[in-house]
């Protein structure tokens, strides 16, 4: 079947690191996404793709970056890590027809 | 911007009720999405609208998009266990496939 995933589900970190929140995805969509879900603001767009090389800046994208290689993946870096980012972070990709997102597992940061 | 407010933000029934949960856009919806989360986990999707005056269902969850397309209500009849999760509505963000959502309503449900 085809699916979604992230790594790590769980990240503690220190302020001023570089953090690399990895997703891949089997479903072949061209298009994917990076929210953060906090508690008070719901889910926040930080970067999307729409295809290989293409990048695109979202709600809140200071502080963080993206890169799309191939159609698999697109990695999440968090070039110096700040308590601010600590959150959970969810990878989604969708459908081009339908819209739907199909999100994975989560990824939970903590910055210290 | 098009912003998406849900009500309410938290929910305690008792098993076997029934409750409706709210989702209100500031903008013409094109698109409604229901998604279900548990805690800890991705979220679910669970029903598409996209239509004025559209109704769907699935199991023991109906959706419905108001006729003039700025708000969506989720009903859920004879409340169980498993429902209980946040509640997420999300919109069509103006660019391909983005989705904005609402804060998220919390269900709990007491057997």
């Known amino acids: 079947d085809a699916e979604i995933t992230q790594s790590p589900r769980h990240k503690i970190t220190e302020t001023g690191r570089q953090v690399t929140l990895a997703c891949h995805q089997t479903w072949n969509h061209n298009n994917m996404f990076w929210y953060r879900q906090d508690l008070g603001h719901g889910l926040r767009l930080i970067h999307y793709s729409y295809g290989v090389q293409d990048t695109n800046k979202g709600e809140v994208s200071d502080g963080y970056s993206v890169s799309r290689s191939n159609t698999e993946d697109l990695p999440l870096t968090l070039e110096s890590a700040a308590s601010s980012q600590t959150s959970v972070y969810f990878c989604?990709?969708?459908?081009?027809?339908?819209?739907?997102?199909?999100f994975g597992e989560g990824s939970r940061l903590t910055v210290l | 911007s098009q912003e998406l407010e849900q009500s309410p933000q938290s929910l305690i029934v008792q098993e076997g009720k029934n409750l409706t949960i709210n989702c209100t856009s500031s903008k013409t919806l094109y698109g409604l999405y229901w998604y279900k989360q548990k805690y800890g986990e991705g979220l679910i999707f669970l029903m598409m609208l996209q239509k004025g005056g559209e109704e769907k269902s699935h199991e023991k969850i109906t959706a419905k998009l108001d006729e003039k397309k700025q708000q969506s209500s989720l009903h859920i009849t004879a409340s169980q266990p498993s429902h209980a999760g946040i509640y997420l509505c999300g919109a069509d963000g103006g660019s391909q496939g983005n989705l904005i959502f609402g804060k998220g309503t919390k269900l709990s449900v007491k057997p």
């Open positions: 989604a990709s969708s459908e081009e027809v339908t819209g739907e997102l199909f």
